[in-house]
């Protein structure tokens, strides 16, 4: 049952939708421009016009392009609710101390 549980959340998480006559890409990845390098400049110009402030934040379409599809989202909600049911996590409370050489060989 965990099996098949763990088995659903890697379906639902596919990057790829087939639907039996085309496949269809959630990342568009001729589309999208590499964030590293979109920050990279944005800093270079920054600094090369405002060598004396700080660098910006991060701008919110860069953030954007590195989060999941919201499609990806909605579809592994389930699995990971089932996958909390099925691997129930217990506190085993505190480990014990290691000792160390010196408290074990007192001289």
Known sequence: EQLSAVDA?????????DD???????FKVSKIPNPH???LF??????????????PSIDLHLKTMLDRPQEL???????LEQLKKLFTLQDLG???EQKIAQQIFKD
Do not use: W
Not at 20 to 26: K, R, V, Y
Not at 42 to 55: I, M, S, W
């Open 9 to 17: 959340l890697i379906d639902s998480m596919s990057l790829v939708v």
């Open 20 to 26: 039996g006559e085309e496949i269809e890409d959630l």
């Open 37 to 39: 390098f979109q920050r």
């Open 42 to 55: 944005q800093c270079l110009h920054y600094k090369a016009f405002q060598p004396d402030k700080p660098l």
């Open 73 to 79: 989202n909605a579809s592994c909600i389930t699995s």
């Open 94 to 96: 505190k480990k014990k």
